[in-house]
């Protein structure tokens, strides 16, 4: 393994290598970005893994399936979780990260040998309300070396260039961001009033101050741009149930999909998310998803489900059955 | 000038269970803490409740506690558990007692005045008599209450946040949660108004020691009335040398100059006079007895106390008269608040609900409700809406103007509804991909619809009024600069004096949607259902139907 990069270090080279690939897609070779150095992007044999069961089971077998855990969090690391914890309602409702995910996914990083982990999100909602009601924070109360809260307060926030943002020049983002060794994405499959679907990419806006002008703005390009700036080196996407109409803040119609889906590539995840059920009773791939679209033009991702390599290969069928929440 | 050490010590503890039971005043409520607890120690509270709102909670029975050891011991309250008392003292002696002009003013117009008190008494109690809760401004728990809440929680809490960002490496670099935390929004309007009103008090410090609490206090002139009855008397021996000192370090200023006796009610029962006298012949004891000099009470005028009644009845008739804000469309009350009129009158402005409230949306009013209505609570949605799972403004409230309502009831208290001004609304009018109403809804009362008009086809923003409680979330977030897009109005406001918010109507608004075929991205054409149908019916007037 290669030797280790700070989070600003490491965003600075993403931001140079987004730039590189967005000259390599002009020039018609559109090269997926990964958040990881390129002796690992070489080696890599898995772009989605995908887990079925519990939540805990899912997301440890996806984890498998990349490597394992040790191969994003090593000893020591300060880890930055970024569940959708942004409402102040329950789990099953699915507008927000299901609590055993998070825990699950903190237990890991605690078992990976991370010296401290911060699940943290910008919530629309008051942050005790949120903590409680999402369940995400007595889900995480008493584990050791893990800490749950709500940025809602503006000095947590420091304002950054995008120096390849088309929309979005400048905005402000969790400072924590800038410091953590490891970001790890954790989005709630939902759909989204504003952009059709809220899931990995777009779950980033949970970590921006000011995201009325977004928007007030071009809403899609300023959330690819802002996918350029934060590049998650992993993101595990809650697929255990999804929310295929009346997000992001529900109540909605819900569909039990029982996946915890693993990878580097967020645009991959989120299009092959899209792609395992109905949204507003429509069949959509990555591709017609403004913000997805932006974001694979910019290099960004690999949106086309057939040049992606899914892990396990058989196709795993979930119970699609509908539920709805009352 | 000192006040006896004891007493001192007991006033800064009391002061301090004020603050920390005000600082328990917040989102969760720690039950059973109770947060109002002075103010419903309060009689004048009680006994305003009952005149101008017809009405008396059973909390507010705690205040014949004050009542009952009021009679015994006399006017202790004053000097050591009020804490606009204390608050009075510890300024004076940091700002305005250096400042006192040390000619001594004839003690005959000091006496004169302490009867002024009585007129407020008559004054806030006929008010409330003629329906006209206002005058509670000047009760002192009320005053206090909304002083530390309204001024000094603000300043203290952004404080606490600059501190805490001050320190926020050194806590971060331990992994503590505490670099985290935040205090607030508590951020107020009429911060100077509640300002002045305490300086007020303050400077009239300049003329003499508690001013206030001898000579305006409206609870102090009613504790006075109970304290003729009390047992622990002042007693002074036959070792009295009428040295006079003891009239001088009194903090009621009620002595006579031989230090033998004060006006009935008066004596503070601080307890200074005691610890001064060099001869120990001071003592205060229980007893029946009273000396002569205890007799002398209060020269009350006739023609003051008529002034002051009449003055009460006609500022009381006055509530009401006045002109709020045309409709009172945008005076947006807290959920659960009781009818306009009664709620006025219940409403003593004590702002317990303002530090209570999560998101700081609950404002004092200035002169939205009209002169009578001010520091009265509204909704300030623009700056915070109502958090749909926080009901703690009517659970803190002492006298249930608002009521205290379970979280099921106050989901549906419906106190306004949502306006789309389409003309400013940048999904409506702009084309932007917006719909943060939406997202902010909690009660699934905004929708979309993509609709096809001069401005091009999107997906538009609408309100299920039914649905809506007002909360303002909407309005909160709304990305639009300046005045929001969507906007609550009181309109569909619910204000029950008993029973239930829940309609079966609004129930059934806030389900989700579960039509598995819906066409969501079909334009919309308006309503299917017309309620007024005028097919066929074209040559009919409004309200008729053609015979089947």
């Not at chain 1, 350029?228 to 909605?252: E, F, K, N």
């Not at chain 2, 005959?108 to 008599?129: D, E, F, I, N, P």
């Not at chain 2, 003309?423 to 699934?444: F, V």
């Amino acid at each position: 393994m290669t030797h280790r990069v700070s989070r600003r270090e490491f965003l600075k080279r993403g931001i140079e290598a987004a730039a590189l690939a967005s000259l390599a897609a002009e020039v018609g070779r559109i090269d997926p970005l990964f958040a990881v150095e390129p002796s690992e992007t070489a080696a890599r044999a898995v772009d989605l893994a995908v887990g079925t069961g519990s939540p805990e089971a899912a997301l440890r077998k996806a984890l498998d399936l990349l490597g394992g855990i040790g191969k994003f969090v090593k000893p020591g690391d300060f880890v930055l979780l970024k569940p959708n914890m942004s409402f102040g309602t329950p789990p099953e409702m699915g507008a927000t990260t299901n609590p055993d995910v998070v825990r699950a996914m903190a237990s890991e990083c605690i078992g990976a040998g991370a010296k401290r982990i911060l699940v943290a999100d910008h919530t629309i909602r008051p942050g005790k309300v949120s903590l409680e009601y999402t369940g995400i924070g007595p889900a995480c109360a008493g584990m050791e070396r893990v800490t749950v809260a709500a940025l809602n307060d503006e000095s947590q926030y420091e304002e950054v260039e995008v120096p390849l943002g088309k929309a979005l020049k400048k905005t402000d983002i969790v400072r924590d961001v800038l410091r953590a060794d490891v970001l790890i994405n954790l989005p709630v499959a939902k759909s989204h009033s504003a952009t059709g679907v809220s899931f990995a990419v777009k779950n980033l806006m949970g970590l921006v101050w000011d995201r009325k002008v977004f928007h007030t703005g071009d809403l899609d390009q300023s959330i690819a741009d802002l996918a350029t700036l934060i590049r998650p080196q992993l993101t595990v996407m809650d697929a255990t149930q999804a929310m295929v109409q009346g997000g992001p803040s529900g109540p909605g119609r819900t569909v039990r999909l029982d996946r915890i889906i693993a990878g580097i590539d967020q645009v991959a995840i989120d299009s092959y998310t899209i792609s395992l059920t109905k949204w507003y009773n429509r069949t959509f791939t990555g591709s017609q998803v403004k913000h997805l679209r932006a974001a694979a033009e910019m290099g960004l991702g690999e949106v086309e489900l057939d040049k992606l390599n899914i892990a396990p290969d058989t196709e795993i069928s979930g119970g699609d059955e509908d539920q709805t929440n009352h | 000038m000192k006040i006896k050490r004891t007493t001192r010590i007991v006033q800064l503890i009391s002061l301090g269970l004020f603050f920390v039971l005000l600082g328990f005043a917040t989102y969760p409520l720690v039950f059973p803490v109770p947060t109002d607890l002075f103010l419903r120690l309060d009689p004048l509270v009680a006994l305003g409740t009952v005149l101008s709102g017809h009405r008396l909670p059973a909390g507010l029975l705690l205040c014949f506690v004050l009542v009952g050891a009021t009679l015994w011991l006399g006017r202790f309250f004053c000097s050591h558990v009020c804490p606009l008392g204390t608050t009075l003292d510890l300024l004076d002696e940091g700002i305005t007692a250096r400042y006192r002009s040390r000619r001594r003013t004839p003690g005959g117009r000091a006496t004169a005045r302490l009867r002024w008190k009585y007129y407020a008494l008559a004054g806030v109690l006929l008010s409330c008599l003629a329906g006209t809760a206002v005058l509670f401004i000047f009760d002192p728990i009320s005053l206090a209450t909304r002083f530390y809440t309204l001024v000094v929680y603000p300043v203290v809490a952004a404080g606490i946040n600059g501190f805490l960002r001050l320190i926020r490496p050194i806590l971060a670099a331990q992994g503590s949660s505490l670099a985290y935390a935040h205090v607030g929004p508590a951020r107020f309007s009429m911060m100077l108004l509640t300002l002045s009103l305490l300086a007020l008090l303050v400077t009239l410090q300049l003329v003499e020691r508690r001013f206030w609490c001898r000579n305006l206090c409206p609870l102090g002139a009613l504790l006075a009335l109970l304290a003729r009855f009390r047992l622990l008397g002042r007693r002074v021996d036959d070792s009295c040398t009428e040295c006079g000192l003891c009239h001088q370090v009194c903090l009621a200023g009620a002595l006579t100059a031989d230090g033998h006796g004060t006006p009935a009610g008066e004596c503070l029962v601080c307890r200074t006079c005691e610890e001064a006298c060099p001869q120990g012949a001071v003592r205060f004891r229980h007893s029946l007895r009273r000396s002569d000099a205890d007799e002398r009470s209060v020269d009350v005028a006739r023609r003051g106390m008529l002034a002051a009644g009449v003055g009460g009845l006609v500022l009381g008739a006055m509530g009401g008269t006045s002109l709020a804000e045309p409709g009172r469309a945008r005076l947006i009350r807290p959920p659960g608040a009781l009818p306009e009129d009664l709620f006025m009158r219940t409403c003593i402005r004590c702002g317990e609900c303002m530090k209570a409230c999560l998101t700081n949306t609950l404002q004092p009013c200035f002169l939205e409700a009209g002169w009578e209505g001010v520091w009265t609570p509204r909704l300030n949605c623009r700056h915070g809406g109502c958090e749909e799972r926080c009901n703690v403004c009517g659970r803190v409230c002492p006298t249930r103007a608002i009521r205290a309502l379970p979280m099921e009831e106050k989901r549906f208290a419906k106190i306004g509804t949502a306006v789309i001004d389409r003309a400013r609304c940048i999904a409506w009018a702009q084309q932007k991909e917006c719909l943060i109403c939406d997202e902010a809804c909690p009660y699934n009362a905004i929708d979309f619809r993509v609709v096809a008009d001069e401005c091009g086809t999107g997906k538009r923003p609408f309100v299920e009024p039914v649905g809506c409680v007002g909360c303002g979330l909407c309005e909160q977030k709304c990305p639009v600069a300046g005045e929001s897009a969507i906007v609550v109005h009181a309109d569909g406001e619910m204000r029950l004096e008993t029973g239930s918010y829940v309609t079966e109507e609004a129930v059934r608004a806030r389900e989700p949607e579960v039509d598995a075929n819906r066409d969501y991205f079909e334009t919309w054409n308006g309503p299917g259902e017309c309620p007024n149908p005028l097919d066929g019916a074209e040559d009919l007037p409004p309200g008729f139907l053609i015979e089947e």
